[in-house]
């Protein structure tokens, strides 16, 4: 099975709009607008990603906001309309964000805020539920392999709850390490064969992360350049190997939810890192959803790759 079977093939992701950003209504409205789902659709790509935090759709007490469901579903009719499907993914939820500087914590030992988690997921299935153009991600980035106990479980259960409203939706679910594709192993088997499995690439780190502030490993002033790196397609085989392994044994299809270059890698070099990481997606025909549309230090339409977007946007 592979997830392209399902439509779901060469996407971008939509970072910044409903997660990791300010929420005012600036942003909520205009960081992306109809218009962008045009261009996406003029760069030949088959669906978007759209990152959502809790905090769109739920006030403090756990009190539903209309605006914010609103607008959420006008994101997916724009992309609907043009033919673009759908990942809807749970970038953050109350007491759990792949960002530590979030400051939510404890979802994986509060029965309150786990409850909390299948309650949002039932309203947005109920919402949203649209089993051709509509897959739903049940959290971004799950962090410390000491969560893969409670997760598979909390996983589990919530597939459950889904299912009873939308019993054919396609569901990705990742692992720890940040949806390393080695963690993919330690997942418990699919619940059914709509149920997908998903991981994030941004090996090697030290090159698609050079100057991050916010990965505390790095020194923020050391530079890689691509050749550096020791980026081959074998390099990338071994990275996807388990992650290949895992969806085979279990007869799942496998996702790439994010992979990218930060935008202080020159745009020769980031270039050279997609063409070698598109060889072997080809090869495994693996689907895939690049990172990001727009800026989040990482944006695939900002004016720096305008000389090579050309030579890009193909190796999507």
């Given at each position: 099975m592979k997830m392209k079977d399902f439509g779901f093939y060469r996407g971008v992701d939509l970072?910044?709009?409903?997660?990791?950003?300010?929420?005012s209504d600036e942003r909520l409205d205009h960081f992306i607008t109809e218009k962008d789902f045009d261009v996406i659709v003029s760069w030949g790509l088959d669906h978007v990603r759209i990152p959502v935090d809790y905090?769109?759709?739920?006030n403090e007490d756990g009190t539903w906001k209309e605006e914010g469901f609103r607008r959420i579903g006008s994101a997916i009719g724009y992309g609907v309309k043009r033919g673009l499907k759908v990942v809807l993914?749970?970038?953050?939820?109350?007491?759990?964000s792949f960002d530590a500087g979030e400051a939510e914590d404890g979802f994986f030992v509060s029965e309150a805020y786990q409850d909390r988690f299948y309650r949002l997921w039932e309203e947005m299935a109920r919402r949203f539920y649209d089993p051709e153009n509509?897959?739903?991600?049940?959290?971004?980035?799950?962090?410390?392999?000491?969560?893969?106990?409670?997760?598979?479980?909390?996983?589990?259960?919530?597939i459950q709850r889904i299912r009873a409203i939308a019993p054919k939706a396609l569901i990705l679910v990742g692992s720890y390490h940040n949806n390393s594709p080695a963690a993919l192993r330690d997942l418990e088997a699919p619940a059914d064969d709509r149920v997908i499995f998903n991981f994030h690439c941004y090996d090697p780190v030290a090159f698609t992360h050079q100057g991050a502030y916010w990965v505390p490993w790095l020194d923020p002033e050391a530079r890689v350049a691509f050749e550096d790196a020791s980026v081959t397609p074998e390099f990338f085989e071994k990275a996807f190997a388990p992650a290949i392994e895992a969806a085979a044994l279990h007869n799942t299809a496998l996702y790439c939810g994010e992979y990218g270059v930060i935008d202080i890698a020159s745009p020769e070099d980031t270039v050279k890192w997609y063409r070698v990481i598109h060889e072997v997606f080809e090869k495994?025909?693996?689907?895939?959803?690049?990172?990001?549309?727009?800026?989040?230090d990482f944006g695939l339409s900002d004016a720096r790759l305008d000389g090579v977007r050309d030579q890009l946007i193909p190796l999507l």
């Open positions: 970072g910044g709009w409903f997660s990791q950003c300010d929420y905090n769109v759709m739920e993914d749970l970038h953050k939820t109350a007491g759990f509509v897959a739903f991600e049940l959290l971004n980035e799950v962090t410390d392999p000491l969560f893969i106990g409670a997760w598979n479980r909390i996983a589990g259960i919530c495994h025909e693996i689907s895939r959803c690049a990172w990001s549309y727009r800026e989040m």
